[in-house]
């Protein structure tokens, strides 16, 4: 094995990434952290305040480069979102499956699962205003307590489907990025984890729940008598949307389709996704507002797609500037000639100090994913989880993308909306339950879920 001989840079980027790691564990975010330590380095690098500035600049660059397919596509899938909302064809969409809810167990499984399809085409947060909004006072009244439908627009939406995310593949697509694979392996290797991680959070969740609905029986009863009392009207849809009903969700299933028999992967298949979201929401707006006044309307939808998708990737696209000098982008950010990352180098110079093997590595690959998302967000800690398993694949010979899977997995499922309660605040409100309640009931299912996805590995490493 090659000998790798630290210097400066990389005891600065040590420095950096426990700094950060502390900034998360404190819920502080760590945007100047990443941009004062990305200054030294450009600093020791280059030997000057221009060239450490222009460090800074390259960084950011870097990553938005790498980041801005993702950005797009959460950005059309957002606009179309809207697009369908004010048609109506979200109602239209829910309502028949609203109908199906007659008992409580029906209306948790229904729910979540449709969360979870929802979650994968459009992301969670406008997929909890969408089911939110039209299946949860449904579950209510067919006796599911409210803090039930919240446990189960979390786990199946913001915990499976948000760290999976197969279709638009947001998540994946930042982990690969800085591991230096693609996002089809992520999705294909890490399968089994996602699988196992969520069959446990699922069934762990509906069984405390269902031990809960005994013990809680005459308030949870009181609770539907409520929700009963209090039907609600939804709003009429627009015509248009009868055709949008069936051309939106038989696009999808199509191109889905084409994925999976022409082996459309990676950069392609978001480029696919988000041409099929701009293509609806186009049509969409034609039909429901015609051919003039849809030249105004379709430039608000745009405009929504990409607030929404800037104000989530901000802080991620600086953050990720600072670990890609982790990884494959250092030689584009420092400039000069690097064989490797620095970040791998440390995971190099680790291999050939201490005698690591899968065993610790996928729990501390876990475990680190796991801390990265005290954020809150899920996406501020995957450049580094994505840097780490690049590093410790390739010192010790483990699978990347398996590693990539587990650090992605305790990101997301921790920090994209399931046990943190400032992350579970939309899911919360839109069901009228304490927040710090609903995380403290995820709190057990979600760590032995992800144990379990640990244990998988040790099968797959």
């Given at each position: 094995?090659?000998?790798?001989?630290?210097?400066?840079?990389?005891?600065?980027?040590?420095?950096?990434?426990?700094?950060?790691?502390?900034?998360?564990?404190?819920?502080?975010?760590?945007?100047?952290?990443?941009?004062?330590?990305?200054?030294?380095?450009?600093?020791?690098?280059?030997?000057?305040?221009?060239g450490?500035?222009?460090?800074?600049?390259?960084?950011?660059?870097?990553?938005?480069?790498?980041?801005f397919?993702?950005?797009?596509?959460?950005?059309?899938?957002?606009?179309?979102?809207?697009?369908?909302?004010?048609?109506?064809?979200?109602?239209?969409?829910?309502?028949?499956?609203?109908?199906?809810?007659?008992?409580?167990?029906v209306?948790?499984?229904?729910?979540?699962?449709?969360?979870?399809?929802?979650?994968?085409?459009?992301?969670?947060?406008?997929?909890?205003?969408?089911?939110?909004?039209?299946?949860?006072?449904?579950?209510?009244?067919?006796?599911?307590?409210?803090?039930?439908?919240?446990?189960?627009?979390?786990?199946?939406?913001?915990?499976?489907?948000?760290?999976f995310?197969?279709?638009?593949?947001?998540?994946?697509?930042?982990?690969?990025?800085?591991?230096?694979?693609?996002?089809?392996?992520?999705?294909?290797?890490?399968?089994?984890?996602?699988?196992?991680?969520?069959?446990?959070?699922?069934?762990?969740?509906?069984?405390?729940?269902?031990?809960?609905?005994?013990?809680?029986?005459?308030?949870?009863?009181?609770?539907?008598?409520?929700?009963?009392?209090?039907?609600?009207?939804?709003?009429?849809?627009?015509?248009?949307?009868?055709?949008?009903?069936f051309?939106?969700?038989?696009?999808?299933?199509?191109?889905?389709s084409?994925?999976?028999?022409?082996?459309?992967?990676?950069?392609?298949?978001?480029?696919?996704?988000?041409?099929?979201?701009?293509?609806?929401?186009?049509i969409?707006?034609?039909?429901?507002?015609?051919?003039?006044?849809a030249?105004?309307?379709?430039?608000?939808?745009?405009?929504?797609?990409f607030?929404?998708?800037?104000?989530?990737f901000?802080?991620?696209?600086?953050?990720?500037?600072?670990?890609?000098?982790?990884?494959?982008?250092?030689?584009?950010?420092?400039?000069?000639?690097?064989?490797?990352?620095?970040?791998?180098?440390?995971?190099?110079?680790l291999?050939?100090?201490?005698?690591?093997?899968?065993?610790?590595?996928?729990?501390?690959?876990?475990?680190?994913?796991?801390?990265?998302?005290?954020?809150?967000?899920?996406?501020?800690?995957?450049?580094?989880?994505?840097?780490?398993?690049?590093?410790?694949?390739?010192?010790?010979?483990?699978?990347?993308?398996i590693?990539?899977?587990?650090?992605?997995?305790?990101?997301?499922?921790?920090?994209?909306?399931?046990?943190?309660?400032?992350?579970?605040?939309?899911?919360?409100?839109?069901?009228?339950?304490?927040?710090?309640e609903?995380?403290?009931?995820?709190?057990?299912?979600?760590?032995?879920?992800?144990?379990?996805?640990?244990?998988?590995?040790?099968?797959?490493?």
């Amino acid at each position: 094995m090659e000998i790798v001989q630290l210097n400066a840079l990389h005891y600065i980027y040590l420095i950096g990434v426990l700094t950060i790691l502390g900034a998360m564990i404190a819920r502080k975010d760590t945007v100047i952290p990443c941009i004062v330590f990305t200054f030294l380095l450009g600093f020791v690098a280059k030997g000057s305040i221009i060239g450490a500035l222009q460090t800074n600049f390259n960084a950011l660059i870097y990553a938005g480069s790498e980041f801005f397919g993702i950005i797009a596509t959460i950005a059309m899938v957002v606009a179309m979102s809207k697009s369908m909302a004010d048609m109506g064809t979200d109602v239209m969409l829910m309502n028949p499956i609203a109908k199906a809810m007659k008992t409580p167990d029906v209306a948790f499984f229904a729910l979540g699962v449709i969360m979870a399809i929802v979650t994968m085409l459009i992301w969670p947060s406008p997929a909890v205003a969408l089911i939110g909004a039209i299946m949860t006072p449904v579950a209510i009244r067919a006796g599911l307590p409210a803090i039930g439908a919240a446990i189960a627009m979390n786990i199946f939406g913001h915990g499976f489907a948000f760290s999976f995310d197969p279709i638009i593949q947001g998540a994946p697509g930042v982990t690969a990025s800085s591991a230096g694979i693609e996002p089809g392996q992520i999705i294909s290797s890490g399968a089994p984890i996602f699988l196992v991680i969520a069959v446990v959070a699922i069934t762990l969740s509906y069984i405390f729940l269902k031990k809960d609905m005994k013990v809680n029986a005459s308030r949870y009863e009181a609770e539907r008598k409520i929700a009963l009392a209090d039907t609600g009207k939804a709003k009429e849809a627009h015509g248009a949307a009868k055709v949008m009903i069936f051309l939106i969700p038989l696009s999808f299933l199509a191109i889905i389709s084409a994925m999976l028999i022409q082996g459309i992967k990676g950069g392609d298949a978001t480029a696919l996704v988000s041409g099929t979201a701009m293509a609806m929401m186009t049509i969409g707006s034609i039909l429901q507002y015609g051919p003039i006044e849809a030249l105004d309307k379709i430039v608000d939808y745009i405009r929504d797609g990409f607030g929404f998708g800037m104000k989530i990737f901000a802080p991620v696209v600086i953050i990720g500037g600072f670990f890609f000098i982790g990884g494959g982008g250092v030689n584009a950010i420092l400039g000069g000639e690097y064989p490797r990352g620095l970040l791998m180098d440390w995971g190099w110079w680790l291999a050939q100090q201490v005698p690591l093997s899968k065993y610790p590595v996928a729990t501390l690959m876990m475990i680190i994913g796991g801390i990265t998302g005290l954020d809150g967000s899920g996406f501020s800690g995957l450049p580094l989880v994505g840097s780490m398993a690049s590093s410790f694949g390739q010192a010790l010979n483990l699978d990347i993308p398996i590693l990539a899977s587990l650090g992605q997995a305790g990101a997301q499922w921790i920090g994209g909306g399931t046990i943190i309660p400032w992350a579970v605040i939309p899911v919360a409100a839109m069901c009228g339950v304490d927040p710090g309640e609903l995380a403290r009931r995820n709190t057990v299912p979600v760590l032995i879920a992800l144990a379990a996805g640990v244990v998988m590995s040790f099968f797959l490493l």
